[in-house]
Nanobody, 121 residues
Framework: QVHLVESGGGSVQAGGSLRLSCDAS????????VAWFQQVPGKERERIVYIDIDGRTMYTGSVQGRFAISKDNAENTVYLQMNNLRPVDTAMYYC???????????????WGQGTQVTVSS
C-alpha cells in the first residue's frame, strides 16, 4: 500500500527555520520526481520546488535561496529545509511524487495529506 506522509510543520516566528519531511512507503522515491506544493486558503496548490530522479532541482523565485530540497534514497525520504521564513510562507505544504515533474498537482501519482506551516511576524 502506498503512503506519503508529510511532517515537520509548525509555528515559527519570521526569520526562523523548519525542516519538512516527506516519507514514502509502498514505492521508491529514487524513480520518481518529488515536488513540494504550497497552498494558502482560497488558492490552488502551487509547486514551489522539485527534485527529479537525477537530483536536479527547481525552485520558484519566492523560495529560491531560502528553501532547499534534498532526497535520501536510503531512507526513502525527501526533505524541505525552510530558512528565513516569512509570514507569506504561511500555508499548507504537500509533497507529491510522479515519474514526471509536472507543474500541476493533479497530475502527480501520489501525494500526502499535508503539513501546516505558520509564520508569525
Amino acid at each position: 500500500q502506498v503512503h506519503l506522509v508529510e511532517s515537520g510543520g509548525g509555528s515559527v516566528q519570521a526569520g526562523g527555520s523548519l525542516r519538512l519531511s516527506c516519507d514514502a512507503s509502498g514505492f521508491t522515491f529514487s524513480t520518481y520526481c518529488v515536488a513540494w506544493f504550497q497552498q494558502v486558503p482560497g488558492k490552488e496548490r502551487e509547486r514551489i520546488v522539485y527534485i527529479d530522479i537525477d537530483g536536479r532541482t527547481m525552485y520558484t523565485g519566492s523560495v529560491q535561496g531560502r528553501f532547499a530540497i534534498s532526497k535520501d534514497n536510503a531512507e526513502n525520504t525527501v526533505y524541505l529545509q525552510m530558512n528565513n521564513l516569512r509570514p507569506v510562507d504561511t500555508a499548507m505544504y504537500y509533497c507529491a511524487a510522479s515519474p514526471v515533474c509536472w507543474e500541476a498537482f493533479a497530475r502527480y501519482t501520489y501525494w500526502g495529506q499535508g503539513t501546516q506551516v505558520t509564520v508569525s511576524s
